[in-house]
């Protein structure tokens, strides 16, 4: 499975041994499915602009895998576009 989050703004991804990955507006990453009625849970630090803040309700992921009888799935959530706090009316 695959889960590419989208930002409306730079984040930079902080790697477990400190180092900051180079700013970006997509964040890929990628975990074997689970059996229905599993979870994982796993945390990852994202470092953005504080003046970058307000944008963060635009943010959205696309989730894609295969299930157990080899059908392609892609999923957006949150399933319907959120315009941010920032934006003209």
Same mark, same amino acid.
């Given at each position: 499975?695959? @889960? *590419? ?5 730079? $984040? !930079?991804? $902080?790697?477990?041994? /400190?180092? #900051? ?12 499915? #689970? +059996? /229905?009625? &599993? ?6 630090? #994202? &470092? @953005?602009?504080? +003046? +970058? +803040? %307000?944008? #963060?309700? /635009?943010?959205? %992921? *696309? @989730? *894609? ?13 949150? !399933?319907?576009? &959120?315009?941010? $706090?920032? %934006? %003209? *009316?």
């Amino acid at each position: 499975m695959s @889960i *590419h989050w989208t930002f409306p703004c730079p $984040v !930079r991804r $902080v790697r477990y041994t /400190g180092t #900051l990955d180079p700013p970006t507006t997509m964040v890929t990453f990628n975990t074997p499915v #689970l +059996a /229905g009625g &599993q979870e994982r849970h796993w945390t990852r630090e #994202l &470092q @953005i602009d504080f +003046a +970058a +803040a %307000a944008d #963060l309700p /635009g943010t959205y %992921a *696309h @989730i *894609h895998f295969w299930d157990i009888d080899n059908v392609e799935h892609n999923n957006r959530w949150p !399933r319907r576009h &959120q315009v941010s $706090v920032n %934006a %003209a *009316h």
